[in-house]
């Protein structure tokens, strides 16, 4: 699809959806000025922006637009389930350290996505531990159904071609596969286990040859790779490997050994990695994501707790996977239920809630994570919550 059809297959989508322009002006400039930062990616029948928004063209974007925009719903609009904890990797920062208790069955997973769609998400991100793990995944991408965009991050372990094939047929509309490094030392020794490396490689052919599927990476970046300014080297191999696009995020102080201000990225850094994705988003060569751009304080700011929720493999309901407290476990209490008492305490801000508030944790940890409701919201009691991101000055006002 060249560059000019791109764009008038945008807006010919977009026009598909008059009633946003209810939103009013304000609102619509600021969408139209974001949209504009990235460039239309053709996966199938699917025209898609960036990964963490659904395909513009499909009915989980109408969605986002008559019940969030127009209908401006109190409940979530994304959400990540992990449908297993099992995983063969043993990454310093993985976020799921300390989770334990009883894995949700299927049958309890696919009643939380019912659930989470009729409170409003339209955006639903499969995780784990490693979810091809899960023998029933690809009878819980189909439960979401068409109305909401499913996203599946994977380390690529296990991964067959006809599960990827599976997987595309009963609904999923991207995959992210776990990439850190362009070099493979550097990459297994991150991830804690030798082979990751080339599984990975192995896993974006795989999915590659799945017509119809986005395909991106998924990259924690480290804080050695942002001070040496090696993020531009990393996306030119990311641009040879024929991936569509990178999803970053930098290593967030979810887990003790991350509690350290100096392994925490600054604000500088994180302009530094906004510029980085609008100057390699206009020239067009691979699109970048980066999880600091979408909820930095020029656009829609930290979500968590707010519009976004997650729920982990055992049932227990967190403001995001990177902030490791609980409100409740989904076995115990009805999840809507868990997530307006949760949403009270978070009102959306302009920055990124866990690099702002880990300081806490040490002061809350009574030995395992995540810490329960009572301590949750102890510690939410020390927060100074700062001001609405731009979108949202916008939206409210």
Not at 61 to 71: A, D, K, P, S, V
Not at 77 to 93: F, L, M
Not at 286 to 308: D, Q
Request: proline share 5%; hydrophobic share 40%.
């Amino acid at each position: 699809m060249q560059p000019l059809r791109k764009n008038l297959a945008l807006w010919n989508a977009l026009a598909r959806n008059p009633q946003v322009l209810r939103a009013g002006p304000r609102v619509n400039r600021f969408l139209i000025r974001y949209l504009q930062k990235f460039r239309v990616t053709e996966a199938g029948h699917h025209l898609i922006l960036h990964s963490h928004l659904p395909p513009v063209n499909s009915p989980a974007y109408r969605r986002f637009i008559n019940e969030h925009l127009l209908g401006r719903t109190d409940g979530p609009s994304h959400a990540q389930i992990g449908v297993t904890n099992a995983c063969p990797q043993r990454c310093a920062y993985c976020y799921n350290k300390g989770r334990d208790g009883q894995v949700m069955e299927t049958a309890t997973i696919k009643e939380v996505i019912r659930e989470l769609k009729a409170r409003g998400v339209f955006w639903l991100g499969l995780t784990g531990g490693e979810p091809l793990l899960n023998k029933d995944l690809v009878s819980i991408v189909e439960s979401a159904g068409d109305d909401c965009a499913v996203k599946l991050f994977t380390t690529g372990s296990t991964l067959t071609p006809s599960l990827a094939s599976a997987l595309k047929e009963a609904g999923l509309f991207s995959v992210s596969v776990s990439l850190d490094h362009w070099r493979e030392d550097e990459h297994d020794a991150a991830r804690g286990i030798k082979g990751a490396f080339r599984e990975a490689l192995r896993a974006i052919d795989i999915f590659r040859q799945v017509e119809g599927l986005h395909v991106s990476v998924s990259a924690v970046l480290s804080k050695g790779m942002i001070v040496r300014d090696e993020v531009e080297e990393f996306l030119s191999f990311l641009t040879a490997l024929g991936v569509q696009e990178a999803w970053l995020s930098e290593a967030k102080p979810s887990v003790q050994a991350f509690w350290n201000g100096e392994m925490v990225i600054t604000e500088e850094e994180r302009r530094k990695l906004v510029a980085l994705q609008d100057r390699t988003n206009r020239e067009g060569r691979i699109t970048v994501n980066y999880l600091g751009h979408f909820e930095g304080r020029e656009h829609f700011g930290c979500n968590a707790g707010h519009k976004m929720v997650y729920v982990d493999a055992f049932g227990e309901v967190s403001p995001c996977v990177f902030v490791p407290l609980t409100f409740g476990n989904v076995r115990e209490r009805p999840i809507g239920e868990i997530i307006m008492a949760m949403r009270r305490f978070f009102p959306s801000e302009e920055s990124c809630f866990i690099n702002r508030n880990y300081h806490l944790l040490p002061i809350h940890n009574r030995g395992r994570f995540p810490l329960g409701r009572e301590e949750s919201e102890k510690l939410l009691g020390d927060v100074q919550f700062g001001p609405l991101a731009t979108f949202f000055k916008i939206f409210y006002y």
